[in-house]
């Protein structure tokens, strides 16, 4: 393939793009169906016209500075009086209206914007009689809501079918249907929704033994038991895993130093912690209980989340990721702090210069990893599409840097491996072998800017 397929194309895209993109979405029954953004019937697009002139404002807003700071809100489509007056953050949202409305213009939108924290407070817009927008007030969500970026249990009070626009930087938008994005302006590039990654069955194949052998354990647990115990789902540890990824995520991303995670096979561990020919861990751990402590405190999770609900009159019942979250239990609320303090830990590994090596079962083998075979670069790598990896576009590797050089060598060679590149400006990348190709997927957690 010529140098000139891998070329990006430089058209750029502004708000009236950005719209268009929505309506056309908005055409795609499958997009609809994927998305289950049809199923509430009382939800409409505003006239495209005034859709365009909301997020014309809220883009030049984005342009401003506040003294030495980019101008970040979040703003909702929705009358005030369509909200519940009655509920409070954590569980609720706190309707706050002005006495008056105010103009709805970039200037106001500069004025509000240190008020109305990105992360906790949403600005209110409705469209008067006259068919023009007007701000009438504040939402405060409080903070429980980056639980679904960032990892945890918490229950957060989900926000309205009403569009909601975020603004983090300069020429940076994301459109919301409530709680979930639909897609984002940045740099120039229309972004659609990022696909979750974790249903990806190609990469959950990469982790498939890992997860067998811990819902194994715990059988054995469950059956040794005098007491009753509830039947976890399947994809229980899968949930538990997954949040825990988040939240080492975005610990690294907010430090804004970047770092990379590999996993490897666990029958690696041995040849990984001594001399070989793959990866330098400057600082090894010591092959004792505490490097295998993630996996101890998910079975401890599991064991314990059973017994909870055990249920003599109903040794079927079977509870999930639903009955976790809701779990008032203490025991379970300490397990599931310490499980996040160790994840913080790992993150904070990172920090230093190389990658933090962990096996798939979580055995943390140490950090500062270097990926051996400095000389060797890869050139193309493929990135996929689609959450069935069946549509992957192949990309020049001559701008990247070294870690993410580090990342695509080791899966070259070692096939079984799964790296995390995460930059300094936050970007997330998943990269392994698949196929006879090192293949990589883009991490996207929603959007929305680092603490």
Sequence with gaps: MHMKDFSMSQTHSYPRELVSFIFDLWQDVKFLERERIGIDFSFQLPDRSLFEQI?????????????????????IIRPA?????????????????FSEPRSFNEQELYRLAPAANFYRTLIGISIDQEEKPRIWGLIHSGLRWMTTIYGGRKLSPSLPPSLVIYVTGPGKISICLG?????SLNGGQINPLAPNIFAAERLKESFAEEH????????????????????????FSKSLVQQTFRRIIGVIRASRHGGMLIYVPIDMSQDLSGENSFINIKYRFHADEPRHRFATLMLRIMNTFAE?????????????????????NEEIALLDEAIFNVAQFIATLAATDGAVVMTKQQELL???????????????????IDLDC??????????VGTRHQGAY????????????????????????????AVTCWSYAPSGVPDF
């Excluded at 354990?217 to 038991?225: E, I, P, T, Y």
């Design 390 to 399: 069946k549509r992957m576009k192949p990309e020049l590797t001559n701008m």
């Design 308 to 328: 909870i609900y055990g249920d003599i009159n109903d040794p079927e019942k079977v509870i999930g990721w639903d009955e976790y979250v809701t779990c008032q």
């Design 81 to 97: 009086e369509l909200f519940p007056v009655d509920m409070d953050p954590p569980a609720g949202l706190h309707i706050l209206k």
């Design 55 to 75: 997020v014309s404002v809220c883009y030049q807003a984005s342009l401003m500075r506040e003294e030495t700071r980019p101008i970040m809100f979040r703003l």
């Design 212 to 235: 067998y052998k811990l819902r194994l354990l715990h059988s054995k647990a469950r059956d040794q038991s005098k007491r009753p115990w509830a039947i976890i789902d399947p994809e």
């Design 409 to 436: 060598r080791l899966c070259q060679h070692l096939h079984d491996a799964l790296a995390v590149v995460i930059s300094q400006d936050g970007d997330v990348e998943l990269v392994k072998w698949l196929d006879g």
């Design 179 to 183: 709680s979930k994005m639909i897609a």
């Design 366 to 384: 140490g950090f500062g990893g270097f990926v051996l075979g400095d000389n060797e670069k890869i050139g193309i790598v493929h990135r996929v």
